[in-house]
């Protein structure tokens, strides 16, 4: 990886490549993407598939058409790898964390812990304020001396699961529902010789809220985060990481979390407009 130009990206996505985007109607079965010729991914949303690829593809995407009929073609888009991502990704630091794409050059760390992040076709390159505001809150729950082990809800690109490994967390899960999200996450981890300390699961964060941990973190949809904070599993954590919340969100998440067995520690707010908090179980 050290090789790769800063642009290059293992999965086939160059930053100012052209990406062709066909968007269908119901879930594609996940062995009929092995044989698919300059495939990136597929992500998928509810009943939706986006299927990724770096050339042309009308006639396998017509091809997948006929052979699963649960599918139903919608539309298709040509758009550069920035343009989908939203951003060219070119790495920053915050905090005690350095944060680079692959193949970046990484003098002068100064000491700051070391994080590559390849994004693939995820959004979470750690831009957005409230994933700044987790890894502020990372560094406060793992300096605490009873927090070993994180449960990390809806990672994305499984860049705070990385984060709290570079802190030197033992063992985290690395979870989320989509299965691109999992694979690129993987990657990361991969990516940062991190296999030891993180695993990473696809599953629901109502499930995945159960696993054993210290500490679990969920920069995620309200409408996830307002179920897990009634969640058994969530009471047995020692710490607790929420974000992702829109001010009345985080308003109503504070109110439902009064009269409970914790305590909100510290919160971060972005313009006030972006809300997180950092906690502990009483």
Not at 91 to 97: A, C, I, M, S
Request: with cysteine.
């Amino acid at each position: 990886m050290q090789n790769q130009s800063s642009n290059s990206r293992p999965d086939g996505v160059a930053a100012g490549r052209e990406l062709f985007i066909y968007y269908l109607k119901g879930r594609l079965r996940p062995e009929y993407e092995k044989n698919l010729d300059h495939f990136l991914g597929n992500w998928e949303e509810e009943e939706d598939s986006f299927l990724f690829f770096s050339r042309p593809a009308e006639g396998q995407v017509k091809a997948l058409l006929g052979r699963q009929p649960q599918l139903e073609y919608v539309d298709s888009y040509r758009m550069s790898y920035d343009h989908w991502l939203g951003e060219s990704f070119a790495g920053f630091e915050h905090g005690r964390f350095r944060v680079v794409p692959p193949g970046q050059s990484v003098q002068g760390l100064a000491g700051r812990l070391l994080i590559q992040l390849d994004p693939g076709l995820v959004f979470g390159t750690g831009t957005h304020p409230t994933t700044r505001h987790c890894l502020e809150a990372l560094e406060i729950a793992i300096d605490a001396p009873d927090v070993h082990t994180v449960v990390d809800l809806g990672t994305g690109t499984g860049l705070l699961s990385l984060a709290a490994a570079r802190l030197g967390c033992e063992k985290i899960a690395a979870v989320d529902l989509n299965r691109l999200a999992v694979k690129t996450a993987r990657n990361n981890v991969r990516l940062n010789g991190l296999q030891q300390q993180i695993v990473t699961v696809q599953a629901r964060a109502q499930q995945a809220v159960e696993y054993r941990a210290d500490l679990v973190v969920a920069n995620i949809h309200y409408d996830v985060m307002r179920h897990l904070i009634d969640a058994p599993g969530f009471f047995t954590k020692k710490r607790f990481i929420l974000s992702g919340l829109l001010r009345s969100e985080a308003r109503a998440i504070a109110d439902r979390l009064a009269g409970r067995p914790v305590r909100i520690l510290k919160q971060w707010t972005h313009d006030g407009i972006w809300h997180t908090f950092y906690g502990c179980t009483d």
